[in-house]
């Protein structure tokens, strides 16, 4: 009976009971130097400012004046210590929707509100289709998405949908608001289907690992590891990645 | 996860509702002798629990105006799947009561209740599926969770069915339902037991290494980027205590299968009839502590992010 019913799940391993479609031919991501990132919250500021003025927006906040300010926000950035005192280093992590190649928030959704572009593979909510039942954001390993308290829909990163195309803006700035915003350049932007894009050449030179690759989501978004790098005069091959003990 | 009252009230009831729908089908394909005013009251009762049911899964939504869009997405999606065979449960429950008196015996008493049967078990299984296709939601992603949706449907189902012909004198009926209620209230606890004994020694896929791409053996979070929580803080965690945690499964243990055994056996052996009432009052709370159990146990990896306010 239990191999029956684990047949019967033989589509539990997997959230589409449909085979996911072939991948698109453009991924736009961001990819994220850890090495860089120095945990000032930029990213998310700009992102609020720029997001809940733009056609996501607006991004509601509750008490917001009050002691306990809550709303919606697209990015975090999160800090972690890794490693045992005294060798310990303190990584600042910056968290947004990943825009995932096999993204398991859009098949579960009841009424197609969530999608993923096929042009640009941006994983994207209707606003106006979006009852607000919130099984994406259970579907989403990530916590990337976060339902809006007073418009009642989901909300999450659109990577500056509605700037990176704008022909009004200055090519160089159609870029998504955190990446603009980033004073130490830690945040890249580029199609990850693009061999020889700033963000496939980045991932490929410096080792850029995705989230969670046990639940095989194949996130566009990858991360670059933080490199313990020699001093100058140093033998460089005495740099090596964080936490691993060895030399790359 | 946090539980939402809606979604354990919706599921609890809708469950106890098919469960006595199945009760009733079953009853009336084996010719168990039952008056057609009997078979009336229970199909109304199955089909206000399903009403309230549905009622309570709209209270889950933030824009119940839209809800008639949840239908569109049912190649891809349980839960679409689900907004379309509840209703067509409700309708075919309304379409049997209307039946009874009316229709030819073909219908009423083979076509009709064969339908609600199965369709029944489809709602069964796809709110199982809604939960149990979360891949990494390891507590859901198993086949105990389809297991457990449909015995504690019909082991609730079978009570109540049994308590409504306890109250209407329906002996024959009684008779029937009375023991099938007593084996799949044990064999409902018995699965139940093992999901909630697995679930509780899963060791999760998900660390916090895998989640951050941090490889160090030691590593902590300082900040979750926000002081005051968020829609991840609120959604995915219940708050509940330890304490709590064991006492509320001591309650589901007791309420849900202990206590209504004992009031069922009672019943069966001195054949008082009030007791099989009691039996369901008593299942009741334990249901709808069991099913919010089911929610508050299940671990979402996203709560990996959210460890340490500063």
């Not at chain 1, 959230?15 to 991948?23: F, I, L, Q, R, Y």
């Not at chain 1, 950035?77 to 005294?86: I, K, L, S």
């Not at chain 1, 195309?165 to 090519?171: K, Q, S, W």
């Not at chain 2, 023991?179 to 018995?190: F, H, N």
């Amino acid at each position: 009976m239990i191999a029956a019913l684990k047949a019967l799940f033989g589509a539990g391993d997997t959230v589409a009971p449909t085979p996911p479609p072939p991948s698109a031919a453009k991924q736009l991501a961001l990819v994220i130097d850890l090495n860089v990132c120095v945990g000032c919250h930029a990213c998310v500021t700009s992102c609020k400012e720029w997001n809940t003025s733009g056609s996501a927006g607006p991004l509601t906040d509750q008490n917001a004046y009050g002691a306990n300010p809550t709303g919606t926000f697209f990015n975090r950035v999160q800090t972690y210590e890794a490693g045992v005192f005294p060798d310990t280093d303190t990584v600042h992590f910056p968290k947004s929707c990943l825009h995932c190649e096999d993204p398991p928030c859009v098949p579960v959704c009841p009424t197609g509100a969530s999608y993923k572009r096929k042009a640009d593979g941006i994983v994207l909510v209707d606003y106006d289709k979006c009852i607000g039942c919130k099984y994406c954001a259970w579907a989403c390993p990530y916590g990337a998405r976060e339902i809006d308290e007073e418009r009642q829909v989901m909300t999450k990163c659109t990577l500056c949908v509605d700037r990176i195309y704008d022909p009004l803006l200055a090519p160089e700035d159609r870029k998504p608001a955190c990446v603009k915003a980033c004073p130490t350049g830690a945040r890249l932007f580029g199609d990850v289907k693009d061999p020889d894009s700033e963000v496939s050449r980045a991932i490929r030179e410096r080792g850029g690992y995705a989230l969670m690759p046990e639940w095989q989501t194949s996130p566009a978004n990858q991360y670059l590891p933080r490199r313990i790098t020699a001093a100058a005069g140093e033998d460089a091959s005495e740099a090596r990645e964080l936490g691993t003990g060895r030399a790359e | 996860m946090n539980p939402a009252f809606s979604v354990v009230a919706f599921t609890t009831l809708a469950g106890a509702a098919q469960g006595l729908i199945v009760a009733l089908a079953l009853a009336v394909l084996g010719g168990v002798p039952m008056t057609p005013a009997f078979l009336a009251f229970g199909l109304v009762a199955a089909f206000v629990l399903l009403c309230a049911g549905l009622a309570a899964s709209f209270l889950h939504l933030g824009r119940p105006a839209r809800a008639w869009r949840a239908a569109a997405m049912w190649r891809t999606s349980w839960l679409s799947r689900e907004v379309i065979v509840l209703p067509a449960l409700i309708t075919l429950v309304a379409l049997w009561w209307l039946a009874i008196e009316a229709a030819p015996p073909v219908l009423a008493r083979l076509v009709l209740p064969l339908a609600a049967i199965a369709v029944a078990a489809l709602l069964w299984y796809c709110t199982a599926m809604i939960y149990a296709c979360l891949r990494f939601i390891e507590e859901w992603a198993q086949p105990l969770t389809l297991v457990n949706f449909v015995l504690l449907g019909i082991a609730s189902g079978f009570v109540l069915a049994s308590a409504l012909a306890a109250l209407a004198g329906e002996r024959q009926f009684l008779a029937a339902s009375g023991p099938v209620a007593i084996v799949a209230t044990l064999v409902a606890w018995a699965t139940r037991m093992a999901a909630l004994r697995r679930n509780a020694a899963i060791r999760h896929r998900s660390t916090l290494q895998s989640a951050t791409g941090i490889r160090a053996a030691r590593l902590v979070q300082t900040s979750m980027g926000m002081s005051a929580g968020s829609f991840n803080t609120r959604e995915f965690f219940h708050r509940a205590s330890q304490l709590a945690m064991r006492r509320i499964r001591l309650a589901v243990i007791v309420l849900a299968f202990a206590a209504p055994l004992v009031a069922m056996l009672l019943a069966w052996a001195t054949a008082a009839a009030p007791l099989w009432v009691v039996a369901a009052l008593l299942q009741a709370p334990g249901l709808l502590a069991d099913r919010w159990y089911f929610f508050a146990q299940a671990k979402h990896p996203q709560n990996l992010y959210y460890q340490v306010v500063s």
